[in-house]
């Protein structure tokens, strides 16, 4: 038996062909799995009695279950979801003005090592696959519908446990299953991947055509520093991170964020924003400064807001566009750079 919700549109039409069916069925199955979000075969009443019995009998419709859910006091959500194997992620919901972002695993722990990371402590067991992402949007869907919350997930980052480029090939197909105006139809640019750095990776994404957001962690502008916080930085150094970037800013047209994690005397003097301004220089990218959240595994405290004030002033007198990323799920431990899963499975 096969998980239907592994197919994105195009595999999912030639399997209906290898099932001697006409191709249009998968326009209508992503129809019922993703627009009316119905996971029961029995409920898709406009195919027949036969197909229906026909997919019963080759197909399962399988979610991850939910294990624990918390609400933050901000309607943060964060799930806890158990996946075929036992294994467990995390995923949550962002209450942004403009939308609902889920933050979605891509790995079950991670191998990148950064260091003030709490969803890396766990090594990186397995990537997910597409079914398993797909699975964290719809379960988050489910579990609004049963509180009553009217709204649905609208956006999208894949910042979650996991470099999303360690699994590169699964990641591009959920983007593109999300993204399929027959499925959830979310926007492409309501759509952000989240990178610490894989080089090769970089490339091959500016060359496949999407308008997805890309986001890249910095979070130092020097190599020394950068290394200690960033081991992948000891394969793929600040230059070469720049170089991809020129070339995806040239192949694509559009604008890429750099995470800036604002850590207490490590990486937020006014030197550091200088370094930060000379190496995005005339990129056309932003920056997005996130606050740390301070976890008991890790002795990195988070920035004076006095000092993120200054850090942020020395970016706007040097041309630089910046944020400051509003917290969340503060309470619950949702906030980014702390899903962790509480159980490895
Ligand atoms: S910050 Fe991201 S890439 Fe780095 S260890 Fe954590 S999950 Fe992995």
Redesign the pocket.
């Known amino acids: 038996m096969k998980n239907l919700y592994a197919f994105d549109f195009e595999s999912l039409k030639e399997e209906m062909v290898l099932l001697g069916e006409k191709p249009y069925r998968a326009k209508q199955l992503f129809q019922w799995l993703y627009q009316k979000e119905i996971d029961d075969f029995s409920l898709m009443s406009d195919l027949s009695l036969t197909f229906r019995a026909l997919l019963k009998e080759k197909y399962f419709l399988g979610k991850p279950t939910i294990s624990d859910t918390q609400i933050a006091s901000d309607n943060t959500i964060k799930l806890l979801v158990e996946l075929n194997d036992g294994h467990k992620v995390e995923t949550a919901l962002l209450r942004y003005r403009y939308g609902n972002a889920l933050c979605v695993s891509t790995q079950v722990g991670?191998?990148?090592?950064?260091s003030?990371?709490?969803?890396?402590l766990l090594k990186k067991q397995r990537n997910l696959s597409v079914e398993e992402m797909v699975g964290q949007l719809l379960v988050m869907n489910d579990f609004l519908k049963s509180i009553n919350d009217e709204e649905k997930v609208s956006h999208v980052v894949l910042?979650?446990?996991?470099?999303p480029f360690d699994n590169y090939e699964n990641v591009l197909r959920f983007v593109r299953l999300i993204n399929h105006p027959f499925g959830l139809a979310l926007g492409a640019r309501k759509i952000t991947i989240?990178?610490?750095g894989l080089v090769p990776q970089i490339y091959q994404f500016a060359d496949e055509g999407l308008q997805v957001n890309l986001a890249i962690?910095l979070h130092a502008a020097n190599n020394k520093l950068r290394n200690q916080l960033?081991p992948?930085n000891k394969a793929y150094p600040l230059e070469k991170i720049k170089e991809a970037v020129e070339y995806y800013l040239l192949k694509t047209n559009r604008r890429v964020t750099f995470e800036y994690l604002l850590l207490k005397d490590i990486n937020d003097s006014i030197r550091d924003a200088h370094e930060l301004a000379n190496y995005i220089n005339n990129l056309q990218a932003y920056v997005n400064l996130i606050p740390y959240n301070e976890i008991k595994e890790k002795d990195y405290k988070r920035s004076e807001m006095s000092n993120v004030q200054i850090f942020q002033k020395v970016l706007t007198s040097r041309q630089v566009t910046s944020t400051l990323r509003k917290e969340f799920g503060y309470d619950i431990s949702a906030a980014c750079?702390q899903l962790r899963a509480k159980s490895s499975g």
């Open positions: 991670c191998n990148m090592n950064c003030f990371c709490a969803s890396g910042m979650g446990t996991g470099e989240s990178t610490c962690s960033m992948i750079g």
